[in-house]
């Protein structure tokens, strides 16, 4: 049964699907963000969101038992590590890294089996493209092998899409302090075509950086002082490209959970992200610092903490978001 409530702004009546409790939204008619409540007990009226505790979005609290932010120890109080709403904390690094281990510790068997479902379809995919690699080779025909190659290859691709915006939706709901839930991974099939979008477009400008910056100084060197020259050219080029590579990621690092909380658009998410992150990409990178160490931490525990390890630092994008978004909301 689909969700509606009012806009606080101006009290128009927006009906969203059952499953989109928690997500962001817009007013169709004012264009306010709005935080879709989730859905009330049988036989209430209909809720009219309202102002909560700062930085906590709109919306009223879920009743007791369908509350998603209820831990199994809880009697009806919200999840809240350390007290105070998930969303509500400070964008630093040390901040995420506490509240995403708070998040992590009760919710870390989910959080688990989800990145194990990841690897387990992405070695399925592998698989089939060596099946098929093989059918193409016992043609023995060149262009047979070079054609199924490509598009065995452009459907992986397009299903690693489709698990990396599940994969968002699934990591913005465990931030919120919600329950996990193993379906959402499985989820991203009305994103799909913008997330492909997004990462084409970002994919593009990259690969125009690099030409820009790597390329033209290595065939500039290489036509005045040869194939030495060219190395050395490539080599400075790479340095200088290092910095605007990370600043453009960072610019629209947060496109993919903008298209699935806020259901925008591929330009209007691209947009939305330079907006959303700016005064606050030096901590994203920090956020991504820790992650790499986190990482190679669970990689030098015999591989073995990796199980653990990239859970966590995925949760830890995905409330560096939420923190980011709560206090957008809050000014």
């Known amino acids: 049964m689909p969700i509606e409530f009012h806009c606080t702004q101006c009290q128009a009546l927006l009906r969203v699907p059952d499953d989109a409790g928690g997500r962001q939204t817009r007013c169709p008619k004012c264009s306010a963000t709005l935080t879709i409540p989730y859905p009330a007990v049988a036989g209430g009226e209909m809720p009219i969101l ?145 997330g492909i979008c997004v990462t084409l477009l970002i994919g593009l400008l990259v690969v125009v950086l690099v030409a820009v910056l790597i390329g033209v100084p290595a065939a500039v060197g290489g036509a005045i002082g040869g194939r030495d020259a060219a190395g050395m050219a490539a080599l400075a080029g790479v340095a200088v490209a290092f910095i605007p590579l990370i600043y453009v990621s960072l610019l629209f690092s947060q496109s993919f959970f903008l298209i699935v909380d806020r259901d925008l658009g591929v330009f209007e998410a691209l947009q939305e992200s330079v907006t959303l992150t700016r005064g606050h990409r030096g901590t994203i990178f920090l956020v991504w610092l820790l992650a790499a160490v986190i990482n190679l931490g669970g990689m030098l525990a015999c591989c073995l903490g990796i199980l653990a390890s990239v859970p966590l630092t995925m949760l830890m994008f995905g409330v560096t978001y939420v923190a980011m978004a709560a206090q957008q909301n809050r000014v």
């Open 50 to 194: 309202q102002p909560a505790s700062p930085g906590s979005g709109y919306g009223p609290p879920p009743p007791q038992s369908l509350n998603p932010y209820a831990s199994p120890e809880s009697s009806g109080a919200p999840f809240a590590p350390q007290g105070g709403d998930p969303s509500n904390i400070p964008v630093e690094a040390g901040a995420i890294l506490s509240r995403s281990w708070e998040i992590f510790k009760v919710h870390w068997g989910l959080c688990v089996v989800a990145f194990l479902i990841l690897i387990g379809v992405q070695m399925g995919l592998q698989f089939v493209q060596r099946i098929f690699q093989a059918l193409g080779e016992a043609t023995r025909e060149s262009a047979v092998v070079v054609a199924i190659g490509v598009m065995v290859g452009i459907a992986s691709w397009a299903v690693q899409q489709w698990l990396n915006v599940g994969q968002a939706i699934f990591q913005l709901r465990v931030a919120r302090g919600a329950t996990p839930d193993l379906g959402d991974l499985f989820k991203g099939g009305p994103f799909l075509v913008r």
